[in-house]
């Protein structure tokens, strides 16, 4: 990059920047959490570095750093997926390991990228990214198509109830940007995904190096009518993917101040898990069943009048009533299924075999607990989207359906009603490491 276009860069960030946030309440603008799933080296990275460089959102002194990596690799072009693989053994290998979380905004939207590994062995770190997501960018090179990874990603993306996927075509400059190449794969992956639980499937031909689709229209896909990937992102309907029917409110922390200003206040905080939430709003609280009256509903140490999911708030009782962390506020009418045996389809992590019997920590919404392992029903394949029955033991980077046996009851939905009441962490009980992520059926 020349002194002149550098120069050039800046004052068009510098002005970018001032419209972007001129006017504008910065707090009101919506949050997209999106994840990058694909086959290794489909260019995940590359595509996540080509969004924040085109919509103008790092600084001039990351971009020197990643030109003069470029530069020392004897690279002809700047290696933009230098600014999401930050891991030394990354940079060296030239892949993702890690799962790097990067943050940007337009006028539009805010956004917080996952940027997940693509390898076989870096599946659990896959799950972890994508746990979160409103959105997942399915990657596919188009000279490769559909591989093992990407048919694992994409049932993990399914697996995790994420409402909305973006298929990208990626490398497209490399097939002569051949319509032929796209529709193909597209036929592919449809076909695939009719098996999925995907609602929303978008397909967009790009090239994540040289910026054809990404932020800009490509010059080269004049067959391409459709929309860019940022436009996309910047308008995907978001705000219905929470449960704003069923009530749950799991108690984080109980705020007692003891100051004089405020001697008998008791506060329930928590971020609130599904529904919405008023003052005057008749609750009960579980595991007790009491009843009582919500009085105030606070943000931030001011009152609201409603509150919904996924905000975090702070909320008092009419009622002097015994409420602790690990407990839930649900509606009188509408309370979770409680029950101490769960069935779960599950994500392994450890390198640890999961057999019969074995205990483990079960953590779900605030509530921990011990569990023991009851029963493993199957594995599935992810080619094949098969069961593999008769199975003994659970090894790392499996999805498989267990039962677990919990030690005290659990409030929970289906994780297809609830992705936050519905999903489990399992702890091994001797480390303290997390060795599953699961899934309640």
């Not at 590359?46 to 085109?54: A, P, Q, S, V, Y």
């Not at 689709?213 to 995907?236: A, C, F, I, K, P």
């Not at 007692?256 to 008023?278: C, M, N, S, Y």
Request: aromatic letters at 8%.
């Amino acid at each position: 990059m020349t002194k002149e276009r550098k120069q050039q860069w800046k004052t068009e960030k510098n002005k970018v920047t001032f419209k972007k946030y001129k006017n504008m309440d910065y707090q009101d603008i919506e949050l997209l959490r999106f994840t990058t799933a694909g086959s290794v080296d489909d260019g995940k990275s590359t595509l996540i570095g080509r969004l924040l460089f085109d919509s103008k959102s790092i600084f001039q002194d990351q971009l020197d750093a990643v030109e003069a990596s470029s530069k020392s690799k004897g690279f002809d072009y700047v290696d933009l997926s230098l600014l999401t693989d930050g891991l030394k053994s990354e940079r060296e290998q030239g892949i993702t390991i890690d799962v790097a979380y990067r943050y940007f905004a337009t006028p539009k939207r805010k956004f917080i990228i996952a940027d997940t590994p693509g390898h076989v062995q870096y599946t659990r770190n896959m799950v972890t990214g994508a746990s979160t997501a409103n959105l997942a960018i399915i990657l596919i090179d188009a000279r490769k198509g559909m591989l093992e990874q990407t048919h694992r990603h994409a049932f993990i993306a399914s697996l995790l109830r994420i409402p909305h996927a973006i298929v990208c075509v990626n490398k497209m400059d490399l097939v002569d940007y051949s319509q032929e190449v796209y529709d193909n794969i597209v036929k592919d992956f449809t076909a695939f995904s009719s098996k999925l639980g995907i609602k929303d499937v978008q397909f967009i031909p790009i090239s994540a190096l040289d910026g054809d689709n990404v932020v800009n229209r490509s010059e080269n896909m004049d067959w391409y009518q459709g929309s860019t990937l940022m436009y996309h992102l910047e308008t995907v309907h978001i705000s219905s993917d929470y449960n704003h029917v069923d009530c749950r409110f799991p108690i984080q922390t109980v705020i007692r101040p003891h100051t004089l200003e405020h001697q008998d206040f008791r506060g329930f905080a928590g971020r609130i898990a599904g529904g919405v939430f008023k003052p005057g709003d008749k609750v009960k609280i579980l595991p007790s069943g009491f009843n009582s009256t919500i009085k105030t509903v606070e943000l931030n140490g001011d009152k609201i009048s409603e509150a919904f999911a996924p905000m975090s708030v702070t909320m008092t009782l009419e009622d002097e009533i015994d409420v602790s962390r690990g407990d839930m506020i649900v509606r009188e009418n509408n309370v979770p299924i409680i029950g101490q045996d769960l069935d779960v389809l599950v994500t392994w992590m450890s390198s640890t075999p999961l057999q019969l019997r074995t205990k483990v920590i079960i953590k779900q919404t605030t509530n921990e607990c011990l569990g023991m392992i009851k029963e493993l029903k199957y594995k599935v394949d992810i080619n094949t989207l098969h069961r593999i029955e008769d199975i003994e033991a659970i090894t790392m980077n499996d999805i498989a359906r267990i039962s677990i046996r919990a030690s005290k009851p659990i409030f929970y939905d289906a994780y297809q009603q609830n992705r936050q009441t519905g999903s489990i962490i399992i702890i091994d009980e001797q480390t303290n490491e997390t060795i599953g992520a699961g899934m309640i059926i």
